[in-house]
């Protein structure tokens, strides 16, 4: 099978560039990158994309799906319908679910259910210890041969240095990526909010923005012990970014990201205990926020991920402190980073680097970049596009989202997947 994609603004965030061109896609693979608008090839299906930017399909980090356990929050179909419809056409599933994912044979059981429910490719996750608990660490090497592409104990910290900092040295064994959440766990226990006025004025549990400081040094020097590589998940504050920067100037094999939230959100978002704003860690003030957009903009931080977590209603209709975190952000993720591109923060190839190419390449992913030999996994959007989000409209199974009711820029008009379309826009 043989496609033509014409009338479009090709977005190449390897190149850094967003020109006209047209795509040639053999078999689900690409097959020609052509400068202009060409003539397809005989018997070519053309597929005219209406002047709309086809860019690499974002590969997300980070998305949890709620099997095995607790299949009434998301299932891998209804994670799926709701990646292709944002534009996301690799979730990289995190192995937080019940009971966590932390044998071979559960992980080959959420990959079976995966590649038949899904429209997108699923790439999953291991634990680091087993049950998430931080006291033994799994059986790594195992887990890699039955298609764990990272190893996390998600948002539980390993407080036994010994164990997290044996894991690691097998990892690095083995050469296998581990993540983690750097925060330190004695200082963020129980907190809801960061800390400041605002949590005072609202006498909300609060953290320190140097408890993240704290995590990630511990991190850096175990890494640097070790030589393990190594993604911090999430890094939200400004006080974490000189401790990375150093890191990486030192040669270290560390990477990090940030969620859509904590880039696009502040901590006065919360404002009367809206639950649907709490999210772990907590939302930052305004000066973090713009800190860690400019350390995306200038490459310090690496990815840009949903960090999505579906939490059903009776989860979040609770007092705040009491409430579940998260927030879902699949659907959401294209059209909040585009805020980051409308503010002039950072232009289209820079955050698509964030968003597809870089985590494709720290996972070893053949996606992220369109490219003659690659998937064609290729999302077509308008940045331009307004619409008032409805979460009612979402098609993840929980609606947890804080962007409900906002006004948004920038919609998806198809997904494609190997060349198959997985989505299209009414």
């Known amino acids: 099978m043989t496609q033509h994609f014409t ?10 560039t967003l020109a006209p061109a047209s795509v040639l896609v053999r078999n689900g693979v690409i097959a020609e990158v052509l400068k202009g608008d060409t003539t397809a090839p005989e018997g070519a299906e053309v597929v005219d994309c209406g002047g709309h930017i086809l860019a690499p399909g974002i590969v997300d980090i980070g998305v949890k799906v709620c099997e095995p356990g607790e299949r009434h929050k998301e299932s891998y179909r209804s994670a799926g319908l709701a990646a292709a419809a944002g534009g996301v056409t690799t979730m990289v599933t995190r192995p937080d679910t019940d009971p966590a994912i932390d044998s071979p044979e559960t992980l080959e059981f959420v990959t079976r259910r995966a590649n038949e429910a899904a429209p997108v490719n699923v790439v999953p996750m291991a634990a680091l210890t087993k049950g998430r608990e931080g006291r033994e660490m799994t059986e790594i090497g195992f887990l890699m041969d039955a298609g764990a592409a990272a ?9 036994d240095t010994k164990v ?3 894991a690691l040295t097998y ?3 083995l050469g296998a990526l581990v993540i983690a959440h750097p925060q330190d766990p004695g200082l963020s226990k129980g907190a809801a909010v960061t800390s400041g ?5 609202r006498g909300l549990p609060a953290v320190s923005p140097m408890a993240e400081r704290m995590g990630l040094d511990r991190d850096i020097a175990l890494i640097e012990m070790t030589g393990a590589r190594y993604h911090a998940d999430q890094i939200t504050t400004a006080r974490a970014l000189p401790a990375l920067e150093r890191a990486k100037r030192n040669g270290l094999d560390i990477s990090a990201g940030v969620g859509i939230h904590h880039l696009t959100l502040n901590a006065l978002d919360v404002a009367d205990y809206r639950t649907f704003f709490k999210v772990k860690p907590p939302l930052r003030d305004e000066e973090d926020r713009i800190a860690v957009v400019e350390a995306v903009a200038s490459g310090l931080i690496d990815i840009i991920c949903s960090m999505h977590t579906p939490q059903d209603e009776e989860s979040k209709r609770l007092p705040f402190e009491e409430a579940a975190s998260g927030a879902v952000g ?5 059209p909040a980073a585009l805020r980051l591109v409308h503010a002039e923060m950072m232009d289209l190839p820079t955050l698509w680097r964030a968003l597809s190419l870089n985590p494709a390449k720290r996972l070893g992913l053949p996606g992220g970049r369109i490219a003659v030999g690659a998937p064609a996994d290729m999302v077509l959007f308008n940045p331009d596009a307004p619409f008032v989000l409805d979460r009612s409209k979402l098609r993840s199974k929980s609606r947890n989202t804080p962007f409900d009711g906002m006004r948004m820029q920038g919609k998806v008009m198809a997904t494609y997947v190997a060349g198959s379309c997985v989505y299209e826009a009414n």
């Open 7 to 16: 009338n479009l603004r090709l977005l190449d965030p390897q190149a850094g």
């Open 164 to 166: 997290f900092s044996r």
């Open 171 to 173: 990892a690095r064994s």
């Open 151 to 159: 190893f996390t104990d998600c948002d539980r910290v390993v407080t």
């Open 197 to 201: 006025k605002f949590a005072s004025l």
């Open 330 to 334: 699949l659907e959401t993720l294209l």
